[in-house]
């Protein structure tokens, strides 16, 4: 870290405003926000604030990817439909295919399905939509992904990122790709439901020390919201409605797991 110290997150509070680096006052500043400092300086703060919405004024930067004609990163007032961003800026999702699932801020802000494509990206719709703004990453997945599948993934990448330091995301995040490898490898019922239920519940709501513990937690409970049919169909009937998944993409990668060794 900084530091020279291992890099874990600590307790907060205090918050790096008032014992951060060093122990000192430590200002912390995305590279965004200071992006928007010449617009501002150059607008005036009067006329830059009558961008965007009331409450969230100004202007975003999204990076769009995943299955759409042009990714890139774009610049809109923020209070634009993500159909905007999406159908018109990106240029939507490749020819016949449709926009099947949006995460709005990247991996970590609970995903939204193609019915929502017309909140707004201003943090106040976002939060109504139980989601957030995040990244600003707008990652886009089309008709032909299955729902469950693409949770699995980044429950895979979120157990392997864990640092350890706490145990709901040590232990939930293990726990989960375990309960989602028997659940698309046709071995699942509602009792591996039910345990990734119990597990994104143990990963959220200040139970971990940083955002990483909620953020498993919320691929699992965002997709649960939007698709558990999806997951009914995987673990109680054995089938995915996008048709046959590769053979073997259930199976553990073998990434390295945290405390090293083979995951
Ligand atoms: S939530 Fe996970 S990554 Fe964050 S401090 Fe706890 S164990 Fe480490």
């Given at each position: 870290s900084l530091e020279g110290k291992r890099a874990q997150p600590r307790s907060r509070p205090p918050f790096p405003a008032v014992?951060?680096?060093?122990?000192r006052p430590t200002l912390l500043n995305n590279v965004e926000t200071l992006a928007t400092v010449p617009a501002i300086i150059n607008m005036g703060g009067a006329e830059y604030a009558k961008?965007?919405?009331?409450?969230?004024?100004g202007t975003r930067l999204l990076t769009v990817s995943g299955n759409v004609k042009r990714p890139g990163v774009y610049e809109v007032?923020?209070?634009?439909?993500f159909r905007h961003v999406i159908m018109d800026l990106a240029g939507g999702?490749?020819?016949?295919?449709?926009?099947?699932?949006?995460?709005p801020g990247g991996s970590s802000a609970p995903v939204l399905p193609e019915?929502?494509?017309?909140?707004?990206?201003d943090m106040e719709a976002l939060a109504a939509a139980k989601s957030m703004g995040g990244s600003g990453g707008v990652i886009v997945m089309d008709d032909s992904h299955c729902v469950v599948r693409a949770a699995y993934r980044l429950l895979q990448f979120y157990a392997h990122e864990s640092?350890?330091?706490?145990t709901p995301c040590r232990v939930g995040g293990d726990w989960a790709v375990r309960m989602y490898e028997r659940i698309l490898g046709n071995d699942g019922s509602q009792v591996e439901l039910d345990n990734l239920r119990r597990v994104s519940d143990a990963l959220q709501?200040?139970?971990?020390?940083?955002g990483l513990g909620d953020s498993a937690g919320w691929v699992i409970d965002s997709t649960f919201r939007h698709f558990y049919s999806e997951y009914e169909d995987h673990?109680?009937?054995?089938?995915?409605k996008v048709g046959p998944h590769p053979p073997?993409?259930?199976?553990?990668?073998?990434s390295p797991s945290p405390q090293g060794g083979e995951g």
């Open positions: 014992k951060g680096a060093w122990g961008l965007g919405t009331e409450k969230s004024p007032e923020l209070g634009a439909t999702p490749p020819d016949g295919r449709k926009v099947r699932v949006f995460w019915s929502m494509l017309d909140t707004t990206t640092c350890g330091k706490c709501n200040g139970r971990c020390l940083c673990a109680l009937r054995h089938e995915c073997g993409s259930a199976a553990r990668t073998g």
